[in-house]
């Protein structure tokens, strides 16, 4: 966004020739972004960077370094951020610039504790990573040479010290486990939380420029911010798009401001006043009621159509202001209302007065270093959750809020964002230094993101309502008035007064999981903010049997819940040697930060699968990685199918559940998480579940007392008339024993039914020779013109105790067909958890992990690079679940 310096772009050049004005030059804009040098504060070390970039980048590239994710160098170069170092630039401006009125050195992203100095001379200083810093720096530049330096003290110690002072109470938890190798206080500064460690990442407390650094001069005026948010008028049933602009003006400017949706008809001018300084302006642009406005729709649910919106500035025939925006029409509300049957409150979202069902997952910062996280990083992430049918992500709140791109993205594919402010799993000081720059920062944010669609709610923190309910940091029952109160002055008086008074449009949840409005009358911290008849729960267990679906919670909305899992072998191989490749080797000690998470994974597997047992050292290693994702798989697929059938059931109050978002989709580093997406961008076996779990339409099996329940979910916005139809297989053979079918069983879209019910017993009975042992099911729903969704199965006893099972020696052919790359399979036996790998070679199947039931199969290979035939064929490997005994 920027002043009109031409009109050279159609739409300023056709608002000139409409007004019968001008254009003039305004503004002048000089990026700082590129070549800068980096030294520590010593002058030991001295080194070209780039920004935007930060220290431990910067250190690498020039080779002072290795890879900080290599084996153990999270502690090994924990000096770094123990340190304060220096960023220095030396740039010249033209003689045009330095005439403007004002020159603003703008900083959109500083990490974190740093002073800037132009030619020797303090203009500024900074204290949180969220928020964007403006200089007035017009007097202090000069002709020739202008020396820019960021001085960065470092980020623990000055943790460390804000701790310290602040000493009328304890504001925990100080330090993170030992487990994480973390480094403490990470409460007491205004940066990404988890970048001094958490359960599935890497301490690693950054500091440098992560965002862009420019000059930024004008006169008259210049527009800070634009923002767009369409609103309906359900009592008027008209649309209407709320602009304001943000304008820095040096002196009172009046003129017309123009808005203009051109595809819709639709354009009023308005005259306008802008004060001297930093003023908002607010305009309402009614849409043209003859026009039908196409509105933006989740993934799975409909198009996600923009409109361009126009805005022109004019004063004394003169153009002063000319930019353009996106805007998508959607409404959104959270519902929560009184239940039938139920002493609670609903919970779920209404997208354009529809009720919507998120499935999706939570997503975490994708690198420890922001500026590695690329556009093609973030295209593929976003890309493989919309190819898993995801319609929906959770920001989670220990990381960032996202860049831009992140955003749009999901304004174009459709996934919704549950935005979460950054504050996870502490409590925080509320002294008025941390307030005021808490204030600045969720006022920038909102103001920044309020315009994207995809953000359909703002949640305060992650979890620190059911810290303090359930007590996580021991703190003593005399003591508790200080921290709730500390917790309402910090989320309600100040992060959601500043919501509600900046964005009209979305809903505000003062933290996740919550019970929402019951938590609101219990003074917002519940006694049990859990409690499944209201809001949304996070919800882990280790121990228990993963694969029954009594262990699950019957809540309204499953916003976190997952099992862990190593990576790939070709993931896990870069940042390790071959003495690290094994399950208990001190390396996979040190890389699991979730405390006792091998031995969960493994215990879980064990409940349901022999566990590894080769006599070769690597290749029981590489088993046992892949038994966890097995494992994993397997257990998110249980729990997130028994929330996909609860949501249209209440059963002792409690049900109804509209929302599935497992914890995680993504990894920050190559380490054992709850992630369904490796670090680099491969797929675990996971995420090839998710495309099927989160199907549009899915049968779902469980068992109760005996009897076998299949139930038709369906997210369509149409009824369709369905039957369920059962195979049963021997595990000795590749032939069904037999089929039954159930009757045809109308489901309404957007509900989950029971359509098949059978005891188990008779069931097998009526095949002849199967037992629980010796047989298992396979199962899909069909209509009159065949099967619709996938085939999903049923195992009828734990696989380690099932009889028959064998080795499938399963062989391979690829095959290239233009750029498709095809690999046929061929089986001699039933063979559960297929699962294809290509090591290091970039790409996805369209089928993975998957149950072969028959001889031959065909899967494709989407390429992310060009691949031949042979390359893949050479690094293709098979592994079945029988293969790993």
Not at 187 to 214: C, E, H, Y
Not at 224 to 231: E, I, K, R
Not at 469 to 476: H, K, Q
Not at 860 to 871: M, Y
């Amino acid at each position: 966004m920027t002043l009109c310096e031409n009109c050279n772009c159609v739409s300023g050049f056709l608002l000139c020739l409409l007004f019968g004005v001008l254009p003039r030059v305004y503004s002048e804009t000089l990026s700082l972004n590129g070549k800068w040098s980096l030294s520590n504060s010593n002058g030991s070390v001295s080194l070209p960077a780039e920004v935007p970039g930060c220290v431990h980048s910067t250190l690498q590239k020039q080779g002072y370094i290795q890879d900080p994710y290599f084996r153990f160098n999270d502690v090994s170069y924990r000096w770094i951020a123990f340190d304060n170092w220096n960023y220095t630039t030396t740039f010249t401006v033209s003689t045009q610039l330095r005439s403007k009125q004002k020159v603003l050195l703008v900083f959109d992203g500083v990490d974190t504790i740093a002073s800037i100095w132009l030619n020797g001379i303090g203009v500024g200083e900074t204290d949180n990573m969220f928020q964007r810093y403006a200089f007035s720096v017009r007097d202090v530049l000069k002709d020739g040479d202008n020396v820019l330096k960021v001085s960065f003290l470092s980020p623990v110690l000055y943790a460390s010290d804000q701790r310290r002072a602040h000493s009328a109470y304890r504001v925990p938890p100080d330090c993170p486990p030992d487990v994480q190798h973390g480094e403490c206080h990470v409460n007491f500064i205004r940066k990404a939380q988890s970048s001094f460690s958490w359960d599935w990442g890497p301490s690693f407390p950054t500091m440098g420029l992560w965002r862009g650094v420019r000059l930024e001069a004008f006169d008259v005026l210049q527009l800070v911010l634009l923002s767009s948010v369409p609103l309906y008028s359900v009592s008027s049933s008209q649309w209407r798009v709320h602009v304001e602009l943000r304008v820095d003006a040096l002196q009172t400017t009046n003129g017309t401001i123009s808005l203009s949706v051109p595809e819709l008809e639709s354009e009023q001018i308005f005259q306008m006043q802008f004060l001297r300084g930093r003023t908002k302006k607010s305009f309402d642009l009614h849409v043209n009621t003859s026009s039908e406005v196409k509105l933006w729709w989740p993934n799975g649910h409909g198009g996600q159509p923009s409109y361009l919106l126009t805005v022109g500035g004019f004063q004394d025939g003169f153009t002063i202001l000319n930019t353009e925006t996106k805007v998508y029409f959607r409404t959104v509300e959270l519902v929560q209302e009184p239940v039938v049957g139920s002493p609670g409150l609903s919970f779920y979202f209404r997208i354009n007065g529809k009720p919507i069902f998120l499935k999706g997952s939570n997503w975490i910062p994708a690198h420890s270093f922001q500026d590695r996280v690329t556009p093609d990083v973030l295209r593929n992430l976003l890309q493989s959750a919309v190819d898993a049918n995801m319609n929906a992500l959770r920001v989670w709140g220990g990381g960032v809020y996202e860049q831009d791109l992140f955003y749009s993205l999901c304004d174009e594919m459709g996934i919704m964002v549950w935005q979460d402010f950054m504050f996870a799993c502490a409590m925080y000081p509320t002294d008025e230094d941390f307030l005021q720059t808490v204030r600045e920062e969720v006022l920038h944010q909102v103001q920044r993101l309020k315009s994207h669609p995809s953000i359909i709610i703002w949640s305060g923190n992650n979890e620190n309502e059911a810290a303090l309910a359930t007590n996580w940091f021991d703190i003593p029952e005399a003591e508790k008035p200080t921290y709730l109160t500390d917790y309402v002055k910090l989320y309600v008086d100040n992060i959601r007064g500043i919501v509600q008074e900046e964005d009209h449009s979305r809903p505000f949840l003062v933290s996740s999981p919550t019970n929402g409005f019951e938590s609101e009358q219990e003074g917002f911290v519940a006694k049990n903010p859990y409690d499944a008849h209201y809001g949304d729960t996070h919800f882990y267990t280790y121990t228990e049997d993963c694969l029954d679906w009594r262990t699950f919670p019957r809540t309204r909305f499953a916003s976190e819940y997952g099992y862990q899992s190593w990576p790939s072998f070709s993931t896990l191989q870069p940042v390790s040697i071959e003495e690290d490749w094994s399950y208990n080797s001190p390396f996979f000690e040190h890389r699991q930060h979730h405390d006792s998470g091998n031995q969960q994974m493994l215990l879980q597997a064990s409940l349901h699968f022999n566990l590894p047992n080769a006599t070769d050292p690597h290749r029981r290693f590489t088993d046992t990685l892949y038994i966890t994702q097995v494992m994993q798989a397997q257990c998110v697929k249980a729990q997130t199918e028994f929330y996909r059938r609860s949501r249209s059931e209440i059963l002792e109050g409690k049900g109804g559940t509209m929302g599935a978002l497992y914890w995680q989709l993504n990894d920050v580093w190559q380490a054992p998480s709850w992630s369904s997406i490796e670090f680099g961008g491969k797929w675990k076996m996971l995420h090839y579940f998710a495309q099927s779990f989160f199907s549009a339409l899915l049968p779902v099996s469980f068992e109760d007392e005996g009897m076998l329940f299949i139930y038709a979910v369906s997210d369509l916005s149409h009824d369709l008339k369905l039957s369920a139809v059962v195979s049963v297989y021997d595990w000795s053979a590749l032939d069904p024993v037999c089929s039954r079918r159930s009757d045809s069983l109308l489901i309404p879209g957007g509900s989950a039914a029971a359509i098949f019910k059978q005891r188990v017993d008779p069931l097998l009975g009526g095949c002849g020779r199967c037992s629980r042992l010796t047989c298992l099911l396979a199962f899909h729903l069909e209509d009159s013109s065949g099967q619709r969704g996938p085939t999903n199965h049923h195992f009828l006893s734990s696989p380690k105790d099932a009889q028959g099972l064998q080795r499938p020696n399963i062989t391979a052919s690829v095959q290239a067909d233009k750029s498709l790359l095809t690999v046929t399979l061929h089986s001699s036996a039933v063979a559960p958890f297929v699962w294809l790998d290509v090591g290091n070679i970039p790409g996805r199947f369209s089928s993975n992990g998957f149950l072969m039931l028959s001889a031959n199969t065909t899967v494709s290979f989407n390429a992310w690079r060009p691949t031949s035939a042979a390359e893949l064929s050479k690094a293709l490997t098979i592994t079945s679940l029988a293969d790993v005994y």
